[in-house]
């Protein structure tokens, strides 16, 4: 089994780009946001069982799940948003971890950025956060996700506190500069997690003997 280096962070922080300079490294990534978006894919049993519960209105005509009509139908109502996260977070997790262990490098990037939110930390060995100030994630997000500020405002607030996350950090990355100076942070966190997951194969092979 990998070691397992969770990188969060609040949405615009840097998460993809920091990932990106990671699997330069010949690291494996795996990404919860995709995992989540595959377990409801057409043709997924859970997407049939969201089908039966909430009728057709929240199915697509192509077939694929429509994601506005079903956050709607859950937005306020506690006891329907907790059936729909029972049916999908233990798909989830089965997943994240069939795809940690098909991993063949030493230790995986799981990109997950609601680790917290969802309190996933100790799935975790290690835990990396993306930093930067609310004002620089305000502006990337307008810019690459053509949101207003309003927009953009609400799903920050809508996130764990800067200081919350940062609290639950073994390793942080100041993304407020310029792209390429993650590069050498990137380089010597890879670095550093090579030499831990080593550590940790050695005490699982302490552990059997
Ligand atoms: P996240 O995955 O955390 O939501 P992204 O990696 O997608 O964040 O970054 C948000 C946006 O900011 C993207 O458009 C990305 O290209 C841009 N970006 C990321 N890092 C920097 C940086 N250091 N300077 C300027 N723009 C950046």
Redesign the pocket.
């Known amino acids: 089994m990998s070691y397992i280096v969770a990188l969060t ?11 990106e300079s990671f699997s330069r490294h010949g690291v494996s990534i795996v990404d919860a946001d995709i995992i989540a978006r595959q377990v409801v894919a057409p043709g997924e049993q859970a997407l049939e069982e969201l089908g039966k519960r909430f009728g057709t209105s929240i199915i697509l005509a192509d077939g694929s799940l429509n994601r506005p009509a079903l956050r709607e139908r859950i937005f306020s109502n506690p006891i329907e948003k907790e059936w729909v996260n029972k049916l999908l977070h233990p798909i989830i997790h089965s997943r994240t971890q069939h795809l940690i262990a098909l991993a063949k490098t030493p230790y995986v990037v799981w ?1 997950v ?1 609601l680790l917290i939110e969802n309190g996933l930390q100790t799935q975790a060995d290690r835990i990396l956060v ?1 930093d930067v100030e609310p004002q620089i994630q305000l502006s ?2 307008m ?2 996700d053509g949101v207003d500020r309003q927009q953009a405002e609400s799903i920050i607030a809508a996130q764990v506190s800067r200081e919350k996350r940062l609290a639950c950090a073994d390793d942080i990355i100041d ?5 390429q ?2 590069e050498p942070r990137v380089a010597q966190l890879h670095r550093q997690y090579l030499k831990l997951a080593a550590g940790e194969n050695r005490q699982d092979i302490a552990k059997h003997d």
């Open positions: 962070g609040g949405i615009g922080s840097g998460k993809s780009t920091v990932a990109v950025p993306v990337r997000t810019l690459r993304n407020s500069g310029d792209p100076t993650i």
